[in-house]
């Protein structure tokens, strides 16, 4: 299994205690996740915990996929941790790290993620998965820039 890497970094200018809690709040994916994705939460979870599961439908390049991630790791102010144990990766783990910069806060994302299969996958990421997925995140921070800058 070949696995990649998507690394973020994004300084926003308020301090963690307000950064936070937009991001542990499920029902904001849906804000910061590009339209072309038509993503939209099956149910919000509520509050983030480990064990936690959000389920949500999106289609991409057209296709309809339901997607179920676990939070495996929650720690207020600190950094949580969603996999995805059913949707279109073989491998996917995103670890949300908030460190406190002053009055503001930086948020790094880092994502392990691999497709399935094999040689097809691996041809798939060269041309167009690693690309759309440095769309969707560059969305993603325009997205929080504008509102939470």
């Known amino acids: 299994m070949t ?7 994004q300084r926003i200018p ?4 307000e950064v936070f809690p937009f991001f542990a709040r499920a029902g904001n994916l849906e804000l910061i996740t590009p339209p072309w994705l038509n993503f939209r ?4 979870p509520g509050e983030l915990h480990p064990g936690a599961r959000i389920t949500y439908r999106l289609k991409v390049h057209g296709v ?15 950094r949580f941790v969603d996999r995805q144990i059913s949707g279109p990766y073989r491998l996917w783990r995103h670890q949300h790290d908030f460190l406190p910069d002053g009055d503001s806060t930086i948020v790094r994302d ?8 094999g040689l097809v996958g691996s041809l798939a990421h060269a041309a167009f998965v690693r690309r759309d ?3 969707i995140f560059s969305f993603r921070q325009q997205t929080v820039a504008r509102l939470l800058g």
């Not at 696995?3 to 970094?9: D, K, Q, T």
């Not at 939460?41 to 919000?44: G, P, S």
């Not at 880092?110 to 299969?117: C, D, F, G, S």
């Open 110 to 117: 880092h994502v392990r993620y691999a497709l399935p299969l």
């Open 133 to 135: 997925l440095e769309r």
């Open 41 to 44: 939460l099956d149910r919000e």
């Open 3 to 9: 696995a990649y890497a998507l690394e973020r970094e």
């Open 64 to 78: 309809p996929m339901r997607w179920v991630s676990l939070i495996e790791a929650f720690e207020p102010e600190r």
């Open 14 to 17: 308020r301090p963690l205690p």
